[in-house]
């Protein structure tokens, strides 16, 4: 097997991203690739960006614009709310910056509204049910234990495309050496 040794040289920090090493043997963040909102000495929080749910928006609220967008399962924390990023800003009142000109929530009806006006508005917009939440000191705990990777910021599209089923194993292999081996690793090592 090869030794998943390394160094994390990036800090984590809202906007950047996390990667789970391969071999992190967990039912909800195996193979997951986190997009982190907060972080602070008082806990952290993200989205997962490649988990997706069967179900699309429309039905998950009746009234939604017929506007065909994915939902991410952002995490197992709060799974009854829905929460989306977006990186139009001030157009949606009350959204929080995250970094990198991307927001977090803001008043659903001006979302909504924008979508009405035009279905290729979505592009600007990713939601997720649920979030990934870690408290004090949690995730730092996991960095030393390196069960993630702290990658850079990258292009908001990347993180708004919600059509990336192989973000995980497309990352792993961007990063090349052992790590581009890794993403062909499969899942469960007896199916080799």
């Given at each position: 097997?090869?030794?998943?040794?390394?160094?994390?040289?990036?800090?984590?920090?809202?906007?950047?991203?996390?990667?789970?090493?391969?071999?992190?043997?967990?039912?909800?963040?195996?193979?997951?690739?986190?997009?982190?909102?907060?972080?602070?000495?008082?806990?952290?929080?993200?989205?997962?960006?490649?988990?997706?749910?069967?179900?699309?928006?429309?039905?998950?609220?009746?009234?939604?614009?017929?506007?065909?967008?994915?939902?991410?399962?952002?995490?197992?924390?709060?799974?009854?709310?829905?929460?989306?990023?977006?990186?139009?800003?001030?157009?949606?009142?009350?959204?929080?910056?995250?970094?990198?000109?991307?927001?977090?929530?803001?008043?659903?009806?001006?979302?909504?509204?924008?979508?009405?006006?035009?279905k290729e508005n979505a592009k600007?917009?990713?939601?997720?049910?649920?979030?990934?939440?870690?408290?004090?000191?949690?995730?730092?705990?996991?960095?030393?234990?390196?069960?993630?990777?702290?990658?850079?910021?990258?292009?908001?599209?990347?993180?708004?495309?919600?059509?990336?089923?192989?973000?995980?194993?497309?990352?792993?292999?961007?990063?090349?050496?052992?790590?581009?081996?890794?993403?062909?690793?499969?899942?469960?090592?007896?199916?080799?």
């Amino acid at each position: 097997m090869i030794d998943f040794d390394f160094e994390n040289i990036n800090s984590p920090e809202p906007g950047r991203v996390l990667v789970s090493e391969p071999f992190l043997n967990d039912t909800f963040f195996t193979r997951s690739v986190i997009y982190l909102c907060d972080y602070s000495p008082d806990g952290s929080f993200g989205f997962v960006l490649n988990n997706f749910m069967e179900t699309g928006l429309k039905e998950l609220i009746p009234d939604f614009p017929d506007v065909d967008i994915r939902v991410s399962i952002g995490g197992p924390v709060d799974e009854g709310n829905l929460y989306f990023i977006h990186s139009l800003g001030d157009k949606i009142p009350n959204s929080q910056k995250i970094a990198g000109g991307l927001s977090i929530g803001g008043t659903f009806e001006a979302v909504k509204a924008l979508l009405i006006e035009n279905k290729e508005n979505a592009k600007y917009f990713r939601f997720f049910i649920g979030y990934s939440g870690w408290d004090e000191g949690q995730l730092d705990s996991e960095l030393e234990e390196k069960s993630w990777v702290v990658l850079k910021k990258f292009s908001n599209d990347i993180i708004l495309d919600d059509g990336k089923d192989d973000l995980w194993k497309d990352l792993m292999a961007k990063m090349g050496g052992k790590f581009e081996v890794m993403s062909n690793f499969p899942k469960n090592p007896s199916d080799n």
